[in-house]
């Protein structure tokens, strides 16, 4: 198949959301779709609100609807159907996805049936295939009806584009979601288009110079300080070997050497002392943190140069991406580049004489010293960041650079837990999932608890209670890092176009596009269509891996040639 170059980077990266009165002044990246609508893409419907995807007893559920009766009666039946809104110049219709987020239970009668069906609709499965496969193979493609006109040489509106003739009369757009727990194939492609972002910022690329590998690069971890002893698993293996008796008699003390996929680890050795508010308000106030941490940073890097503050800012800019990773113990972590460039010229020359070294140590300095208020304190409390302090100088553009790129990456397509439970917002602060601990169940639930106190309201706990606490984005860079999340799609774009018989390309030159879109859902129509659809989707996989492979071979024989 021809896909983008990019598509092949396979590259493991994660979101950040940055509202609320202390938000950066950072570019945001979004998670809208990647731009898939092929060359009638004119004009792009709204954005539908997000329904998660069902639960395997959701879909069995559904066992109870006679799926071949809804869909040998023709187009409109929709699984959880509801009256259609209008919204703009859009029409909108709501239904059910249907995309388990398990193995598709292929010995299901209604997998059959719905496959059977497919069959005897216009276009059969080819056509739907087809269409599943430009859609890069998406778990929950939004489904369009509509038609696109165009002002042809006659000076007259000639009809462009029409989904009446596609499978269903509807096209499938990609949802273009960036979390794994959501849509594996979309969030393959953001993390490609995360890894090109962080890297391009390192090493060039994406119209950003080459001789930016000569700028000073750090990789700084930043932890959040404890709120109370929680299961963990050290270097050594060990949890809490030793440890005192708490005020609510329970033995501080865990002899086990737990696993990697423990659920016991993050959860708290004794829930009532642990410190749930600290801890929902810490995630609140991390983007503030980082904010200032980076002021303080460059007037730290301008006192070991010997500038004043004034210098230093006048002088030097760092630039920065960084991605937030949940711990078990739902805490933030911030992981972060850090580049130094020259102020009003951040793609130009490096600026001269700063060490990485000097800039790794103006980091430590900041991280040490920093301080923010915690919101809603009385007391004066304020919030700094753990003791686990890490900076890393990213020096090699080819090994460590990369490497360094592909470890934030990989974060930028996680959320808060890692079943999807809390990749929504939530109507209320109680989430009631047995899949979830309990301990990120308490901290869910105090965020929602504190967002209704009052001197936190303007903070947007409750907006907020699925990510206990945190605001903003999973991956957020600075204004001057390099390239953008819609540059990257609008190139890709281009370059499809590009490769567009020349008959197709000439009726996208025309000036006057017209384009009108009907929301008709998002999701399969049925267990059958969405077993075709995981198909197309591991061919497509398959397909990247013999790609990468191929050319990982290729690189090698010329190495050896
Ligand atoms: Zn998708
Ligand atoms: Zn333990
Ligand atoms: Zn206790």
Redesign the pocket.
Same mark, same amino acid.
């Given at each position: 198949m021809d896909t983008h170059p990019d598509e092949h980077a396979d590259t493991h990266v994660r979101e950040l959301p940055g509202q609320g009165p202390n938000r950066e002044k950072v570019d945001r990246l979004d998670d809208t779709p990647g731009g898939t609508l092929g060359p009638m893409s004119a004009t792009h419907p709204s954005t539908p609100a997000e329904t998660p995807a069902p639960t395997p007893d959701a879909v069995a559920g559904s066992s109870r609807i006679d799926l071949t009766k809804l869909l040998v009666s023709g187009k409109g039946h929709r699984l959880g159907h509801t009256p259609s809104a209008t919204v703009g110049a859009v029409r909108t219709t709501r239904s059910v996805t249907s995309t388990p987020p398990g193995p598709v239970p292929l010995a299901d009668g209604l997998v059959v049936d719905g496959i059977l069906a497919r069959l005897h609709r216009a276009g059969g499965v080819e056509e739907f295939t087809t269409q599943v496969r430009s859609a890069r193979g998406c778990r929950r493609p939004v489904r369009l009806a509509g038609r696109v006109t165009a002002i042809g040489p006659t000076g007259l509106p000639e009809l462009r584009f029409d989904t009446s003739s596609l499978p269903d009369g509807v096209l499938l757009k990609a949802c273009g979601s960036r979390r794994e727990t959501v849509c594996p194939p979309c969030a393959s492609l953001y993390r490609g288009d995360a890894f090109a972002l962080v890297a391009s910022g390192l090493r060039g690329g994406k119209g950003v110079p080459e001789s930016i590998g000569d700028h000073p690069a750090v990789l700084l971890t930043l932890t959040a300080p404890s709120f109370g002893p929680v &299961?963990?698993r050290r270097p050594d293996g060990t949890?809490?070997p030793t440890g005192t008796r708490c005020r609510h008699g329970r033995a501080l003390v865990?002899g086990?050497r &737990?696993a990697g996929l423990d659920r016991?680890v993050g959860q708290a050795l004794c829930p009532d002392c642990y410190d749930y508010e600290g801890a929902v308000l810490f995630n609140a106030g991390v983007s503030e943190l980082w904010r200032r941490t980076t002021i303080y940073a460059l007037r730290a890097l301008g006192s070991l140069l010997g500038l004043s503050s004034r210098q230093a800012c006048r002088l030097l800019r760092l630039s920065y991406v960084k991605v937030a990773e949940f711990q078990k113990r739902g805490s933030v972590h911030l992981h972060a580049l850090v580049r130094a460039d020259l102020r009003h010229d951040e793609h130009g020359p490096a600026p001269a004489d700063i060490d990485p070294t000097v800039l790794a140590s103006a980091l430590r300095i900041a991280a040490v010293k920093v301080s923010t208020p915690v919101p809603g304190s009385t007391t004066g409390a304020r919030h700094v960041w753990g003791t686990q302090l890490d900076t890393t100088i990213v020096a090699d553009a080819e090994n460590g650079r990369a490497r360094a790129a592909a470890y934030l990456a990989k974060y930028a397509t996680k959320g808060t837990d890692e079943f999807g439970v809390l990749d929504h917002r939530l109507p209320a602060g109680i989430c009631r999932d047995d899949r979830l601990p309990e301990h990120l169940q308490s901290l869910v639930a105090t965020a929602w608890d504190l967002g209704g106190t009052e001197g936190l309201a303007e903070v947007g706990l409750q907006r907020w209670s699925h990510t206990c606490g945190f605001r903003g984005h999973f991956l957020t860079k600075s204004r001057r890092w390099s390239t953008t999340f819609g540059e990257l799609r609008a190139e890709r774009q281009r370059w499809r176009l590009a490769r567009r018989p020349d008959d197709q390309q000439a009726g996208l030159e025309e000036s006057v596009v017209t384009a009108e879109w009907t929301f008709e859902g998002s999701g399969y129509l049925t267990v059958g269509d969405v077993c075709l659809a995981r198909t197309v989707e591991d061919q497509l996989r398959l397909g990247r891996f013999v790609a990468r492979e191929g050319s990982r071979l290729a690189d090698g024989n010329d190495v050896g040639s």
């Open positions: &299961h963990r949890c809490h865990c086990l &737990h016991a």
